[in-house]
């Protein structure tokens, strides 16, 4: 909080004081606002009622605030900060708080309700005093000067939000709903809230920084659920001498197929090929040979013919 905004605050906050005291003891601001009342400025300008109707709207809370929330949304998004955001939301709270519990304290009645001429209506059950649509007009439109990251930028924009705001407590006014006193104090009421941000930063600051740790947590925890762990595979070292037990060992050749062999053999003892019986196949082409004998058995000498 520089010196300067605590002089404008200080200043400020006796306006806004001065504002309720001289509505309190009926002084000459609250004959202004029945000579105002009674001048009726809806009857005399009728032809601009239907655009104030639809300008008004820029000082109500929930059109204002979805519209320049959606603008800070965007910044934040580019600029990865919250910060903006959160601004908005504290500024609203405040404004909310102070500008309700005022409102129901007083308990002012507006120039529609009023029951008695020249009274200041106070006590009675109201909730105009102060004017809601010109404090929230200052505040939410009023940020996003507050929030200029030029000093250009804050210039151009704190005036926009001035004659925006402005705008909207005369059309109140000139619609007859609230006294001219009541949109005095809510210019004053948001311009307290505007100045008062700076206090409020720290506090900004840690809720930012809380919001991105619960951000981080749940991510982690997150990707912790979605990832399955790994099962650590141990890896096996043969030993020298354990290598050499687990390598099999070939059996030769030979053996294998005389192993084989044997299989097929018929048991019992094995004879000569010079012992075995000839077989003659059947539907041999070869004409039998009585006179032919075995082979291996002694021929005997044929007798010599003739002679």
Avoid: C
């Amino acid at each position: 909080m520089s010196r300067h905004r605590v002089v404008l605050f200080t200043a400020t906050l006796a306006f806004y004081l001065a504002i309720v005291w001289a509505v309190v003891i009926t002084s000459w601001l609250v004959r202004l606002d029945w000579q105002v009342m009674f001048f009726r400025p809806y009857q005399q300008w009728p032809q601009i009622h239907a655009f104030l109707d639809y300008y008004v709207v820029l000082g109500q809370r929930g059109p204002t605030a979805v519209m320049v929330a959606a603008w800070l949304g965007w910044r934040s998004w580019r600029q990865h900060t919250l910060r903006p955001l959160l601004t908005l939301a504290t500024s609203l709270l405040l404004l909310n708080i102070t500008v309700g519990a005022a409102k129901l304290g007083m308990g002012r009645l507006g120039p529609h309700y009023a029951t008695v001429i020249g009274s200041n209506e106070m006590g009675l059950g109201g909730d105009i005093f102060p004017s809601g649509h010109t404090a929230n007009a200052v505040v939410t439109w009023g940020i996003l000067a507050y929030l200029a990251s030029t000093p250009r930028a804050r210039r151009w924009l704190s005036a926009l939000s001035a004659v925006t705001s402005l705008g909207v407590g005369l059309t109140t006014v000139y619609l007859g709903t609230h006294w001219l006193s009541d949109v005095l104090l809510g210019w004053a009421a948001g311009l307290l809230i505007l100045l008062a941000l700076p206090w409020f930063e720290p506090l900004i600051a840690r809720t930012e920084g809380w919001i991105f740790d619960l951000r981080d947590l749940w991510r982690a925890r997150r990707r912790l659920s979605v990832r399955e762990p790994a099962v650590p595979v141990t890896p096996v070292v043969l030993r020298p001498h354990a290598a050499a037990e687990k390598t099999p060992v070939r059996e030769p050749v030979s053996s294998t197929r005389a192993s084989r062999g044997s299989v097929h053999l018929a048991p019992g003892p094995h004879t000569t090929r010079s012992e075995r019986t000839p077989v003659t196949p059947a539907g041999s082409r070869r004409p039998p040979h009585a006179d032919r004998l075995p082979r291996g058995t002694a021929q005997s000498a044929r007798p010599l013919t003739g002679g």
